[in-house]
Every structure is written in structure tokens, then in C-alpha cells.
Antibody, heavy 121, light 107 residues
């Protein structure tokens, strides 16, 4: 059974940093692209970033480009999102999600439970 | 960016009703369209991929159709456990984009 366990969400001040983690199990982690999708309170879904199975290719939404960095450690079956220069508009539940295959342009077929990031002074 | 316009935003319906949601893409996305279900406080769940393919384990009362720019999601007979918000999502191009969501509620 595929399991994705996100963690690391917290209350942080504007301009601060945070690192989210997502521990994966139940599948061959390195064979699948992984991504982050966020949802602001009461709002819809917004794709944030995706990384290829090897980790060599990364992609970002314009809203986070230059501030967020996605990475993965295939030896630890773990996905990360380093979030810097946080803004109030980054406040959201962040979901890690598994793509259906090794490429970026694939559906998300499994999702973690979400971790809440609140950016406020 | 491909804009996804989903309608309606809210859909009151009765148990047993046929429910239809539409999603329109701003550009031709062929059939690279997914539908997700999200229940309150839970993560989204993939129901339909590639416009019309039912994800494993999803009940057959759910279906999808369409290609190009116009897509439809249907619940053939609404069940109480189907009360949720439904989102379409295109994966033809980056950035991956979602529709605004349709909240299906019991009338």
C-alpha cells in the first residue's frame, strides 16, 4: 500500500524559512516523479513543484520560483520542499503527491495527508 | 498557462440524482485531464485520468468524457458518500493547473 507522510508544517514569520518532508513507502520511490500541491484555507488546489524520479529535473510554479527548492533523497525514500522568503500568501496546507509515472506530465495518483504552513507575524 | 474553468461551483442534488460537472480548458489539452474528489479535511483522491479512464477501485457510477477543450464528469446515481468537492486538472502543459472546484451537496 502506498503511503505518503508529510511533516514539517509550522507557524513562521514573513521572510522566514521552513523545510517540509514527505516520507514515502509501499512503492519503488526512485521510479516515480513526485510533487507538492498546496491549498490555501477555503480555496482550491495549486500545483507548487515537481521533481523527476532521478531528481535531475525540477519544475516550479511562477509564484514560488526562486524561493522554494524541491529535492529528494532516494536512499531515504523522502521528498523535501525547502521554503525560503515566506509570504502570507504561502499560507496553505501542503500536500506531497506521487505522479502516476516517472515523468512530470502525469496525474497524481496518491496524496499525503497534508501539512499546514502558516505565515504570520 | 492553461486556464481551467469548472462549473458549477456549487451543485445541490438529491441521492439518486445524475450529477454532471463541466470543465473547459483555455487551450486544446487533447485528453490530458483528470478528476479528483476531495472530502472535507482530507487529501484529494484521483477518480478519473486521461479524461475517461476510471482509477482502480473507483465505483463505476463515476465517469468522464471529452477531449480538446471541453470535458464532463458524471455521477450516474449520487450516493451520500459522494458529498465532496470535485476538481478537474490538466496535465498537458506546465504549470499543472486545476479548476476552481465544484462542491456537491445534498439538496
Amino acid at each position: 500500500e502506498v503511503q505518503l507522510l508529510g511533516s514539517g508544517g509550522d507557524l513562521v514569520q514573513p521572510g522566514g524559512s521552513l523545510r517540509l518532508s514527505c516520507a514515502a513507502s509501499g512503492f519503488t520511490f526512485s521510479s516515480y516523479a513526485m510533487g507538492w500541491v498546496r491549498q490555501a484555507p477555503g480555496k482550491g488546489l495549486e500545483w507548487v513543484s515537481t521533481i523527476s524520479g532521478t531528481g535531475r529535473s525540477t519544475y516550479y510554479a511562477d509564484a514560488v520560483k526562486g524561493r522554494f527548492t524541491i529535492s529528494r533523497d532516494n536512499s531515504k525514500n523522502t521528498l523535501y520542499l525547502q521554503m525560503n522568503s515566506l509570504r502570507a500568501e504561502d499560507t496553505a496546507v501542503y500536500y506531497c503527491a506521487k505522479h502516476l509515472g516517472p515523468w512530470t506530465l502525469q496525474p497524481f495518483d496518491n496524496w499525503g495527508q497534508g501539512t499546514l504552513v502558516t505565515v504570520s507575524s | 498557462d492553461v486556464q481551467m474553468t469548472q462549473s458549477p461551483s456549487s451543485l445541490p442534488a438529491s441521492v439518486g440524482d445524475r450529477v454532471t460537472i463541466t470543465c473547459q480548458a483555455s487551450h486544446d489539452i487533447t485528453n490530458y485531464l483528470n478528476w479528483y474528489q476531495q472530502k472535507p479535511g482530507k487529501a484529494p483522491k484521483l477518480l478519473i485520468y486521461a479524461a475517461s479512464n476510471l482509477e482502480t477501485g473507483v465505483p463505476s457510477r463515476f465517469s468522464g468524457s471529452g477531449s480538446g477543450t471541453d470535458f464532463t464528469f458524471t455521477i450516474s446515481s449520487l450516493q451520500p458518500e459522494d458529498i465532496a468537492t470535485y476538481f478537474c486538472q490538466q496535465y498537458d502543459n506546465l504549470p499543472l493547473t486545476f479548476g476552481g472546484g465544484t462542491r456537491v451537496e445534498i439538496k
